[in-house]
C-alpha cells in the first residue's frame, strides 16, 4: 500500500467496519473528498480484487487490500459529481459489477424522526421496509428498519450472499432508525435484517414494514413492489359516504380464503381465480358484504398469528393480485372488510419477539407484555413508535387495497390489564384502576384516525367484556367503533337450540335476555368461525336430532338471526354439507337477504327499541314466541312467529291491527328442505282477542321453524266491507250473546222451579220418615217396658213364695220397689227425647198395675 494512501487511512475505524461493530459505515466507506482526491473506501470479504470504474472515460483504479479480512482502498483524482461502480472479482473468479452503497444518502428527514417518535406518520410504511427505486439514475432498493436497542443492523440477502459485513446500515436518528440503499437489489430478492445487540449476540429478523415473504416460515423478506392495476370502484368508493350504519341493511359473509383454495387439488389458485369464485358463492347467497379472516401473511394453520402485518398473503399472488380481487367485488357492489390483529402477535424467535435483542414492540415487563393463558406478546400501546407501527398497518391496507372496513380482533385482551390473570400477575394503572389506558387511547386514536382518512369505513371489534361504549362517539367517550359483535346473543341462543326440544322450556330467558341489552351497543349478531368452525356444518353438529331435526335446526337459527335487531353476519365455507342440504340452504339464506333489504322493518330501526315489539313472550313452556319488528311505516311491520318445540303447533297470534296479513317467509318451506308446513294465501285478522290485543290470526307452525308475516292495511273500499261485515259480526253477537241470555234464563227458572218441586218432596219425605220412626220407637219402647214388667213380675212372684216366712214385705212395698226399678231401667234404655212421656207412661202402667195387685 502506497504511503500516502496508509496515512489518509483510519485504522481505529477500519476495525470497526471489519469487526461489524459500528453504527454510522457512511462516514468511513465510500467516496470522501481528501484534498484534491478522493479516498473511496470498501469492505467486501468475498473479493479477490476490486477496481474503481468511473461512469465516464475509460480509467480505472486498482484498489489496493488494506487488511485481509477484505478491507479495500483507493485515492483517485476528485471530480465534481463523479460516479462509479465496483468492478469485483470474486475468490471462485466470478465477475460483477456493483454501485457503492455508501455513495447515496438516506431518505428520511428530521421531520419524519419527529412524526415517527410522536406516533404520527401514518404512512410511515413508505418510508421504513424495502422500497425499489432509482436515484441518480442508479437501481436498487432502500431499506430501513427501528432498533433502537441495536449496536448494529446489516441488511443480507441475495445481492450480498447473505453476508453482514457487506451492507451494514447507518444510524440516522438517535432513536433507532437505520436506512442504506443498496444499488442492484432487484424485485424478488430475499432479504433479512442482520441485528448485532450490544452484548454482542448476532441474529437475524424479517422485515416488520416487509410487503412480502419469500418462504413458508415467514423468516426471509421478499423485496416486492406493491404495482397498480386500472381501478375501476371510484363510483362505489364514493358511495361508501352515504352509509347510514344505524339505518342501512348490512349482511356479512364472513369467510377464509384458504377454504375455497382448498377446493382445487390440482392447482393453487390465485387471488383473480379466487375473486371470480367467490364472488358467485355471495351473490348466490344474497350477501352484500365479505369478511376476510386474515390475508396478512401468518403462521400455517392460525390465522390470527400474523407474521407480516404489511405482508399479502403470497401463497396466491402478489399486491397486485389482491388488488384485483377487491376491484372485482367493487365492481359488483360487495364491500370487502378485513380482519385485523392489533391486540397481539405470535412469540417467535424471529418475528417481532424482542426485534432488537430487548422487548421492542410488546411491553417489557411479562405481567403486561405475555398473555398468560396464550403465551402470545402484547403490543407496548404506551410506545409510540409502535402504535405508530399498527396505525400505518391499518392505513396501508385500507388505501393500498381500497378496503371498505377493518375488523378488529377480541379487544377485551388489550383493554383489561388483569385479563386472565391471577392477583400479583398484573400491574395495576397510574390510578390503580385495572383499565389499560394506554390501549384505550390507542383505539380511539386508531378509530379517529381512520374515520377521518376515510369517511365511510367501517370499524367493527368483538369484545366479551362488557367494555361500556364500543361503539359510543369518540367526543362522548366512547372507543368510536360502528360496530360490536354480539356475542352474548350468540351464546345464549346456541347454549338453548342445543338443547333437546323436550328440555328447552327450562331456558327460555336465554331467548329473551338479548332485548335486554341489544340497544346498548350498535351489535352484529354473528355467527363466527369462532363458534360453528366449519360454517353451516359446524351449526348442524350442533343441533340435537337426527338428519332432518338437525336441518330444521339450522334453518330455524339462521332465520332467527335474520329478525331479530342487528346486523347480520355468517360464517359460510363452500365445503360444508351435502349437496341437496348445500342447495336448500343457499336458497333460503338469499330469501332472507332479500327479505332483509326490501323489508325496512328488519333494518331501518336496529338502535332503539321503537323498532321492536314482544307479542309473547312468556310461553315457555310451548317454546314459542312472536314479536314486531317495525319500520318507519306503519305497513312496515311485520309479525315474527317462532316455534322451537320439537312438534307442530297452531297459535292464535295476536296482532296490532285490524288487515292482510300474509306469509313471506316460513323456514319449513319445501323449496328450503322443510315439510310443507305454511300458511299460504291472504290471513284476515279476527276479532278476537289474544295475546293482550284486539284481534289475532291464526297460524300453523312446524316444529322448529319461523314465520314472517306482513301487514297490509286495508284499502277504503275493505274497509266500509269490513264495517258492514263487522256491524253483521256484532249484531249477530249480539244476537247470540241474547239468545244465550234468554236460554240461561230459562234455564236457571226451570231449574229454580225444579228445586223447589224437590225440596218440598224432600221435606214431606223427611217429615213421613221422622213420623214413622217416632211410631217405630214408642211401639219398640212400649214392648220393651211390657217385658220388663212381666220380667219383674215374675220375679216379684218368685221371691214372695221364699220369703213368706219372715213376712217382713208387704204388698205395697213390693209394688213399690217394682216400680222403682222399672222407671230406672226405662229412664237407662230410652232416648233422651222419649225420656220424660215414657217414663210417665211407665209410671201410669205400674201404678194400674199395683191398684189391680191391691184389689186382689
Not at 132 to 152: N, Q, S, T, Y
Request: with cysteine; charged share 30%; proline share 4%.
Amino acid at each position: 500500500m502506497n504511503n500516502k494512501l496508509y496515512k489518509l487511512m483510519n485504522w481505529p475505524e477500519i476495525e470497526e467496519i471489519i469487526y461489524s461493530d459500528g453504527d454510522d459505515p457512511h462516514r468511513i466507506l465510500g467516496a470522501h473528498k481528501v484534498g484534491s482526491n478522493l479516498l473511496i473506501q470498501t469492505f467486501y470479504p468475498m473479493a479477490e480484487e476490486i477496481e474503481v470504474v468511473p461512469s465516464t472515460g475509460t480509467k480505472k483504479y486498482k484498489m489496493e487490500l488494506a487488511d485481509e479480512a477484505g478491507f479495500y482502498a483507493a485515492l483517485v483524482p476528485y471530480k465534481e459529481g463523479f460516479k462509479y461502480k465496483y468492478r469485483i472479482k470474486l475468490e471462485n473468479g466470478d465477475i460483477k459489477e456493483i454501485y457503492d452503497a455508501y455513495n447515496f444518502d438516506g431518505r428520511m428527514d428530521r421531520e419524519d424522526f419527529i412524526k415517527f417518535n410522536s406516533g404520527m406518520h401514518y404512512n410511515i410504511y413508505e418510508k421504513f421496509g424495502a422500497h425499489l427505486m432509482e436515484i441518480d439514475g442508479v437501481k436498487g432498493c432502500a431499506f430501513a428498519v427501528w432498533a433502537p436497542d441495536a449496536a448494529r443492523v446489516s441488511v443480507i440477502g441475495d445481492f450480498n450472499d447473505w453476508d453482514g459485513r457487506v451492507n451494514q446500515m447507518r444510524r440516522v436518528d438517535h432513536d433507532g432508525v437505520f436506512e442504506i440503499f443498496i444499488p442492484g437489489a432487484a424485485e424478488g430478492d430475499g432479504y433479512q435484517f442482520e441485528v448485532k445487540t450490544k452484548g454482542g449476540v448476532t441474529f437475524k429478523r424479517p422485515d416488520p414494514y416487509g410487503y412480502a415473504f419469500k418462504d413458508k416460515e415467514s423468516q426471509v423478506s421478499k423485496i416486492t413492489s406493491l404495482g397498480d392495476i386500472k381501478w375501476n370502484d371510484s363510483a362505489f368508493i364514493k358511495s361508501r359516504t352515504k352509509f347510514n350504519r344505524d339505518s342501512d341493511p348490512l349482511s356479512i359473509c364472513e369467510l377464509s380464503l384458504e377454504s375455497f383454495a382448498a377446493k382445487h387439488k390440482n392447482h393453487i389458485p390465485d387471488y383473480e381465480e379466487l375473486a371470480k369464485e367467490i364472488l358467485s358463492y355471495v351473490q348466490d347467497h344474497g350477501f352484500n358484504t365479505i369478511e376476510l379472516k386474515p390475508v396478512m401473511e401468518h403462521i400455517q394453520g392460525h390465522p390470527f398469528h400474523i407474521t407480516g402485518f404489511f405482508a399479502i398473503q403470497n401463497k396466491y399472488g402478489d399486491p397486485v393480485g389482491f388488488k384485483k380481487f377487491v376491484n372485482i367485488m367493487h365492481e359488483a357492489g360487495i364491500r370487502v372488510i378485513m380482519d385485523f390483529v392489533t391486540t397481539f402477535f405470535p412469540k417467535l424467535q424471529c418475528g417481532l419477539n424482542s426485534f432488537d435483542g430487548q422487548a421492542l414492540y410488546e411491553y417489557p415487563d411479562p405481567r403486561m407484555g405475555v398473555h398468560p393463558r396464550t403465551g402470545d406478546l402484547i403490543f407496548d400501546f404506551g410506545r409510540k413508535q409502535v402504535t405508530n407501527f399498527l396505525l400505518s398497518s391499518a392505513l396501508f391496507w385500507v388505501s393500498t387495497f381500497h378496503l371498505d372496513g377493518l375488523r378488529v380482533a377480541d379487544i377485551a385482551k388489550i383493554l383489561y390489564l388483569d385479563y386472565d390473570r391471577k392477583p400479583g400477575q398484573w400491574i395495576p394503572n397510574m390510578y390503580g384502576g385495572n383499565e389499560n389506558l394506554e390501549a384505550k387511547d390507542f383505539l380511539c386514536n386508531f378509530n379517529a384516525v381512520l374515520k377521518q382518512a376515510y369517511p365511510g369505513l367501517l370499524t367493527l371489534t368483538k369484545e366479551t367484556s362488557c367494555w361500556p361504549r364500543v361503539t359510543g362517539e369518540l367526543d362522548d367517550g366512547g372507543l368510536g367503533f360502528d360496530y360490536k359483535w354480539n356475542n352474548g346473543w350468540t351464546k345464549d341462543f346456541l347454549d338453548y337450540i342445543q338443547n333437546d326440544p323436550l328440555f328447552r322450556s327450562g331456558n327460555h330467558n336465554e331467548l329473551t335476555f338479548s332485548l335486554v341489552y341489544c340497544y346498548t351497543e350498535r351489535f352484529v349478531l354473528a355467527f363466527t368461525h369462532e363458534e360453528i368452525g366449519k360454517g353451516l356444518e359446524g351449526l348442524y353438529d350442533l343441533m340435537p336430532g337426527d338428519t332432518a331435526q338437525k336441518m330444521a335446526g339450522v334453518r330455524l337459527a339462521i332465520s332467527y338471526l335474520m329478525t331479530h335487531p342487528g346486523k347480520k353476519m355468517i360464517y359460510m365455507d363452500p365445503n360444508e354439507l351435502s349437496i341437496d342440504n348445500a342447495v336448500f340452504l343457499e336458497n333460503m339464506i338469499h330469501s332472507l337477504n332479500e327479505i332483509y333489504y326490501n323489508r325496512p322493518a328488519l333494518y331501518q330501526i336496529d338502535t332503539n327499541d321503537s323498532g321492536f315489539e314482544w307479542i309473547n313472550s312468556m310461553a315457555a313452556e310451548e317454546c314459542m314466541m312472536s314479536f314486531m319488528r317495525k319500520g318507519e311505516s306503519d305497513k312496515d311491520m311485520l309479525i315474527i312467529v317462532v316455534n322451537m318445540a320439537g312438534v307442530d303447533r297452531t297459535f292464535e297470534v295476536g296482532v296490532p291491527a285490524d288487515g292482510k296479513y300474509y306469509e313471506i317467509f316460513n323456514s319449513d318451506d319445501t323449496c328450503y328442505g322443510g315439510s310443507g308446513m305454511v300458511n299460504p294465501g291472504r290471513i284476515e285478522a279476527d276479532f278476537s282477542e289474544a295475546d293482550g290485543r284486539p284481534y289475532s290470526i291464526p297460524v300453523k307452525v312446524a316444529s322448529s321453524s319461523l314465520a314472517i308475516f306482513s301487514y297490509t292495511p286495508y284499502t277504503t273500499q275493505e274497509k266500509k266491507i269490513r264495517k258492514i261485515r263487522e256491524e253483521e259480526a256484532n249484531n249477530k253477537m249480539q244476537e247470540r250473546e241474547k239468545t244465550l241470555r234468554e236460554l240461561k234464563n230459562r234455564q236457571e227458572k226451570e231449574e229454580a222451579e225444579l228445586l223447589k218441586e224437590l225440596h218440598e218432596r224432600y221435606e214431606k219425605e223427611l217429615a213421613a220418615q221422622e213420623e214413622a220412626i217416632e211410631k217405630k220407637y214408642e211401639q219398640i219402647e212400649e214392648e220393651r217396658i211390657s217385658s220388663i214388667v212381666s220380667e219383674a213380675a215374675l220375679k216379684s212372684i218368685s221371691g214372695g213364695k221364699k220369703t213368706a216366712a219372715k213376712k217382713t214385705a208387704t204388698p205395697k212395698t213390693a209394688a213399690k220397689g217394682q216400680k222403682t226399678a222399672a222407671s230406672k231401667s226405662a229412664v237407662k234404655k230410652a232416648p233422651a227425647k222419649k225420656t220424660t212421656r215414657k217414663t210417665s207412661g211407665t209410671k201410669t202402667s205400674n201404678t194400674k198395675t199395683n191398684k189391680k195387685d191391691d184389689n186382689k
